[in-house]
Nanobody
Framework: QVQLVESGGGLVQPGGSLRLSCAAS????????MGWYRQAPGKQREYVAS???????DYADSVKGRFTISRGNAKNTVYLQMNNLKPEDTAVYSC?????????WGKGTQVTVSS
């Protein structure tokens, strides 16, 4: 069984920073592409950023230049560094990871940007 657990969310003022983590655990034989998604209240879930197994990264236009996705030294962890946060970044952030050829989702972590 594979599990994904996100952490690092919280309440931050506009202009502030947070670093989210997504940690995979369980019976893992292969790790492939991983992505961050977010869903604000009353809105559809939207893509935020992704990192391929080879390290190539991609970002939604709305976060480009402010967010950075990266892998940890322990390859089962991926981070999302979020800088210059805006109120419109408020959402539940979830990670999706292709592991052992299947897609797994975490339960999400709340990010609230408010003064």
């Amino acid at each position: 069984q594979v599990q994904l657990v996100e952490s690092g969310g919280g309440l931050v003022q506009p202009g502030g920073s947070l670093r989210l983590s997504c940690a995979a655990s369980g019976s893992i034989s292969s790790l492939s592409a991983m992505g961050w998604y977010r869903q604000a209240p009353g809105k559809q879930r939207e893509y935020v950023a992704s990192i391929a197994s080879g390290g190539i990264t991609d970002y939604a236009d709305s976060v480009k230049g402010r967010f950075t996705i990266s892998r940890g030294n322990a390859k089962n962890t991926v981070y999302l560094q979020m800088n210059n946060l805006k109120p419109e970044d408020t959402a539940v952030y979830s990670c999706k990871w292709r592991i052992n050829g299947m897609d797994y989702w975490g339960k999400g972590t709340q990010v609230t940007v408010s003064s």
